[in-house]
């Protein structure tokens, strides 16, 4: 007897949120590739309890041209007959007649809840549904279990034991647009204007944001401020303003409250602001424009591996329902049940007025943003040395955005540190040149959202003089320190200034190298201040790109940044809905050509209208992005065209992305830390800042031989490279998915391609 094949249902619940169309993608074409039948249910817990036309077969095409879009296709609702028994066994009865027993549910953690207790509760409503007469035994015995795996779809990021939840960094994104918007009206006006976020009793979306949009304050629900929050916003404010500040905004969290329990808002805020400083002050309300708009490059990316892996869960024999999430970016699946308890546990806490419990539960990650917010937005920093090191500040290499949000926050964190800065501009030639200016917490204050590199960047070749004239530029400026914010020509300098210490005294100083670059390439890290908005920009370029496809049946292939480092194609492919991607790690060849050529063929005679291709610029020297465009319009046949596109230096400009600010920022905060210690120790070492496995790092740049591949000039064994073969395994079947079917019940764009 032929076994049925699996049969899988994606739903999502509860409030929307920006990428679940990305997760919903990736696990009904994971589903497909790997063999399973793929249900959708329609308006969350709603269409199960329904049946009928709530339950329908998706096929691959089912699910193309959301990548892009907001919300959910599938629908989602808050349906109160699933919170009773009756209403759950009618689920159950409608699942078990279309013979689904496996389930992704997308949603916030009440419906991830909701989906547990309905795993908890089938055998003894099958039990029933048979007793009753609506099933026989047969059915129900073959279906014995129902399992569950819940993706967190939520713009608060507020479940415990996920770094990010589906929707928040697109949250965060509109939020910290419209800081960015609000910001220039204020410094028109030098008015202070008070933002509520969204958030309920998670505070991170306030916390993100004000860090990222240089906000003097923010109100959260798990610490609230002391009794007299009033008179020392009132007092900051007024040094702000003294210090050369013109613009100023504070954010407030939906759920923020005083620590009687008592709430803040928006307009308690800003009345006490018109009364301690005598001048006028606004109060905005961002509202659901929060929810709403198109999901970030991260969202995307990050939904559609946790998308995947839902499947895999599913048909890897596990019973136990699991939620999947993302920790220190890689997929992570741990016991739903478990986790929907400890976040619950956040929220009564909070309630109890258990606040530094609260603070505990979230998470180390956010008690970090929840101090160092507190440390930067002081406007009046207190040396607290005698004397004060003196620190030179430089770009070295390529361009990155958030280089000067960096700058900022080393900037305005030493200077509370005891540290005196001064700005070298033009790159490395700048310090024997005499272009050195200070920096004061002043002059850096409206850095943080600033396009480019306020210092400048440049890359400038190393010979025989470059150390010794650097040598010389150390003596005559006085400088006790180096800070390097830039890519591999600034961590490459940092090794030679270790080397060439010996006939060198001068250069025996501290050296901190900070990772900017987006072409995220740097050894001991994980992630390059830069990576994410150049990511951004390639992701909307391609969102515009196959918008331009209605109108024809083509091919394109699209070149993007990151020398021989596929981080940029890799992610750009998985968030972008590319068809193939061709990495430098991986390379390519003549068969990797005529796969490619095979899979077009297959997708236009399936009536497809678009096939994208991903090129990283250092893929290979000789299949170039020109030479793969003249091979697939050769071998076209006349039935496609083919467009290369280079997409260049747009990959570089632009204002920094919410991470890339925030993470600068902690970046910072930790080269500030380093050369703090070095400098009280009196040593001199040389280190490279990083984001490793969710911690800030400094690894001693000695280390960087065993780190880097000197050929490709990239590190060795990257994270992110694992993930490519479950990302391009559902991009494109290898095969005809079985029994492919299409439905024109979903709300689909009318191009329904990739």
Known sequence: MTAHPPRIAVLTSGGDAPGMNAAVRAAVRAGIERGA???????????????????????????????????????????????????????????????????????????????????????????????????????????????????????????????????????????????????????????????????????????????AGASAAAFIPEDPPAADWGALLGESQRLRHELGGRDSTVVVAEGARERDGRPITVESVREVLERSLGADARSTTLGHVQRGGTPSAYDRSMASTMGATAVDVLL???????????????????PLLPAVRRNRDVARLVDEGRYAEAMAARGSSFTELDALLRTIRSPHPTPARATQPRVAVLHVGGLAPGMNAAVRAAVRLGSAEGLAFVGVEGGLRGLPDGSVRPLTPADVESWVADAGAALGSRRDPFDATTLPRLAEAVTAHGIDGLLLVGGFDAYELAQRIRAGRAGLPSLKLPVVCVPASIDNNLPA????????????????????????????????????????????????????????????????????????????????????????????????????????????????????????????????????????????TRLAARAVESLAEAFDAQAAPAVMIGLQRGRLTATPIEQMDDLVDWTARRAKDPWWHGLAPSSTAWAIPHAPPPDPVSYSHLSLPPNREL
């Open 37 to 211: 039948h793929v249900f959708g249910i329609l308006e969350g817990w709603q269409g199960a309890v329904d049946g009928g036309r709530g339950i329908r077969r998706l096929g691959w095409d089912d699910v193309a041209g959301i990548l892009h879009r907001g919300g959910t296709v599938l629908g989602t609702a808050r349906c109160l007959a699933f919170r009773e028994r009756a209403g759950m066994r009618q689920a159950a009865f409608h699942l078990v007649q279309h013979r689904i027993d496996r389930v992704v549910v997308i949603g916030g953690d009440g419906s991830l809840a909701g989906a547990a207790e309905l795993a908890q509760l089938w055998p003894e409503l099958l039990t029933e549904l048979v007793a009753s007469g609506d099933l026989e035994q047969e059915q129900a015995d073959a279906h014995p279990r129902l399992v569950v795996c819940g993706l967190v779809g939520s713009i608060d990021n507020d479940m415990v034991g996920t770094d990010m939840t589906i929707g928040a960094d697109s949250a965060l994104h509109r939020i910290v647009d419209a800081l960015d918007a609000i910001a220039s009206t204020a410094a028109s006006h030098r008015r202070t204007f008070v933002v509520e976020v969204m958030g309920r009793r998670c505070g991170y979306l306030a916390l993100a944001s004000a860090l």
């Open 316 to 334: 890897s024999g596990e019973t136990e329902p699991q939620v999947i999430g993302v920790r220190h970016n890689r997929a992570h699946r741990s």
């Open 525 to 664: 890290t994980e992630l390059s201040i830069g990576a994410d908005t150049a990511l951004q920009a390639i992701v909307d370029s391609i969102d515009k790109i196959k918008a331009s496809a209605t109108a024809a049946r083509r091919c394109f292939v699209v070149e993007v940044m990151g020398r021989r480092c596929g981080y940029l194609a890799l992610m750009a492919a998985i968030a972008g809905g590319a068809e193939r991607v061709h990495l430098p790690e991986d390379g390519v060849d003549l068969d990797t050509v005529r796969g490619d050529v095979e899979a077009m063929r297959r997708r236009f005679a399936a009536g497809g209208r678009l096939f994208l291709v991903v090129r990283s610029e250092g893929a290979d020297d000789d299949y170039t992005t020109p030479v793969l465009a003249n091979l697939f319009e050769a071998e076209s046949n006349g039935e496609f065209d083919v467009r290369p596109i280079v997409l260049g230096h747009v990959q570089q400009g632009g204002v920094p992305s919410p991470f890339d600010r925030v993470l600068a």
